[in-house]
């Protein structure tokens, strides 16, 4: 099989397409034909050595990504729900391992679902690592509750703009933070209010939060504390609840938390729900070949990647 492999990190360039042996699943496993992966900020973190990379770097060759979509070529003697010629999708081994970058990928059964018919092969790949990053941070961890005031920052990226649906489909309040030209974007995808982050402070503008979804770090953090009432969450999905915005907290009685997405075919199938009923849509802004995965790592490098970024297999 055809496969993306990193051998040295640094930058895109370091990626070459080798052949390898495909890979055979044991017994709670099922090996995918590999139709479409998504590429997300933290694909692009471990490449340049930093993130995932020292751990990867033990288990050679070097294969990025997490998510895929595509359909069931064989499975393992102890997995039960899925069959040969299913359409799944999932985030593979995260924070592990996942080689999704490979025309076929081995994952274990408990980190897939089925694909929902509704949404094509490439909407269900981008709908893995950013829509279970929502998902968890939101239901599990934040445990918004109807008419709770959320805001979401980075909104109209990756996992922002699956947490607008996921807390709007919950009866929330939802403010995102966004540039301007993203405005319209986000009102259609349920924002009650969109804060222009570079002509408005949202520490200024915006009180009586009971929960922040941060992605930009501990300057962010700490402004952000403004914004929250007593008794509210803050959870950093970038490691941005620091010592000082800690201390901060705990002055003001908010709770924070950083968090990091697992695999878990559980939360895959209750997006599913929502996948499938329209609830939860899925924004592709663009679209790669198999080999021009060097292109799809410097677009997500811009930080200005509206949604998703999907790179077909085949």
């Not at 950093?236 to 009685?253: L, M, T, Y």
């Amino acid at each position: 099989m055809k496969a993306i492999v990193l051998r040295a990190p640094g930058g895109p360039e370091n990626f070459m397409i080798e052949e390898l042996e495909t890979p055979i699943p044991k017994q709670h496993e099922i090996l995918v034909r590999v139709k479409a992966v998504s590429v997300n900020p933290v694909d692009a973190k471990t490449r340049a050595g930093k993130a995932l990379y020292n751990s990867l770097k033990e288990d050679a060759p070097v294969i990025l990504g997490w998510d895929i979509a595509g359909e069931v070529m064989a499975v393992g003697d102890e997995v039960p729900n899925f069959e040969v010629g299913d359409e799944v999708f999932g985030m593979v081994n995260f924070p592990g391992h996942g080689k999704a970058y490979a025309e076929y990928v081995v994952a274990p059964a408990a980190h897939l679902a089925h694909k929902p018919m509704e949404i094509s092969l490439q909407e269900a790949a981008a709908a893995s690592l950013a829509a279970l990053t929502a998902w968890q941070v939101l239901v599990h961890q934040a445990q918004i509750l109807p008419d709770q005031r959320v805001l979401i920052h980075a909104a109209a990226g990756g996992v922002g703009h699956f947490a607008v649906q996921i807390a709007k489909a919950f009866g929330c309040y939802v403010i995102g933070t966004a540039s301007g030209n993203n405005y319209a974007f986000l009102r259609e995808l349920g924002a009650d209010e969109v804060i222009d982050y570079k002509n408005e402070q949202v520490e200024e503008v915006v009180r009586n939060v009971d929960v922040v979804l941060d992605s930009l770090g501990e300057e962010n953090c700490l402004k952000s504390l403004k914004t929250l009432k007593p008794g509210g969450r803050l959870i950093s999905i970038v490691g941005g609840a620091k010592e000082a915005v800690e201390a901060q907290a705990k002055e003001r009685k908010i709770t924070t938390l950083n968090y990091l997405v697992h695999s878990s075919g559980k939360d895959l199938e209750q997006l599913t729900d929502l996948l499938r009923d329209g609830r939860l849509k899925v924004h592709i802004s663009h679209t790669f070949a198999f080999d021009e995965m060097p292109e799809a790592h410097r677009q997500i490098e811009t930080h200005k990647t509206r949604g998703k970024i999907v790179v077909n297999v085949e």
